[in-house]
């Protein structure tokens, strides 16, 4: 292997040895770029950006029918707690949290949810002051399913 590297270090010119094309180049690159007009420069917060649905945003839960869809299981940043109802559906999360701060937003949780129950949502402003504001409950994550319809579509065309 090194008798390999050494033909191909021994092919170079000496100025590719120096890296000045490579340094020319991207140079070229970065001029070129400054004197681009800036069409997609936005005024951040006058122009808000409409994510796709295709965007991950903070994990919320799919509100329907008054209750949410969630049958309680679990994942690493989430904590749940079941409990048994009389409905159509064996279980739902009396405690139901995500710590914001374990969340690296993967969507895992959405891919394994059999109730899509647990969607990406479009929320990408997340400030928290506090490690305890970032625990978020079954309050502030219900979210009502036709906010969240365009998301409801993506996941169904691409699973």
């Given at each position: 292997?090194?008798?390999?590297?050494?033909?191909?270090?021994?092919?170079?010119?000496?100025?590719e040895?120096?890296?000045i094309?490579?340094?020319?180049?991207?140079?070229?690159?970065?001029?070129?770029?400054?004197?681009?007009p800036?069409?997609?420069?936005r005024?951040?917060?006058?122009?808000?950006?409409?994510?796709t649905?295709?965007?991950?945003?903070?994990?919320?839960?799919?509100?329907?029918?008054?209750?949410?869809?969630?049958?309680?299981c679990?994942a690493?940043?989430?904590?749940?707690?079941?409990?048994?109802?009389?409905?159509?559906?064996?279980?739902?999360?009396?405690?139901?949290?995500?710590?914001m701060?374990?969340?690296?937003?993967?969507?895992?949780?959405?891919?394994?949810?059999?109730?899509?129950a647990i969607?990406?949502?479009?929320?990408?402003?997340?400030?928290?002051t506090?490690p305890?504001?970032?625990?978020l409950?079954?309050?502030?994550?219900?979210?009502?399913?036709?906010?969240l319809?365009?998301?409801?579509?993506?996941?169904r065309q691409?699973?």
């Open positions: 292997m090194n008798n390999r590297k050494n033909t191909e270090a021994e092919r170079l010119t000496f100025w040895k120096m890296y094309p490579e340094i020319a180049r991207g140079l070229g690159i970065t001029f070129r770029q400054m004197f681009k800036k069409d997609f420069v005024q951040y917060p006058e122009q808000r950006w409409e994510p649905g295709s965007f991950r945003g903070r994990p919320v839960l799919v509100e329907e029918d008054g209750g949410e869809r969630c049958v309680a679990p690493l940043a989430i904590e749940v707690q079941a409990g048994e109802t009389p409905k159509e559906k064996e279980r739902y999360p009396e405690k139901f949290e995500i710590n701060l374990r969340c690296i937003f993967c969507s895992y949780c959405e891919e394994v949810c059999p109730e899509e969607v990406m949502s479009k929320d990408y402003e997340i400030v928290y506090s305890q504001e970032a625990i409950g079954k309050e502030e994550l219900l979210v009502p399913k036709a906010k319809q365009d998301r409801l579509e993506f996941l691409y699973k």
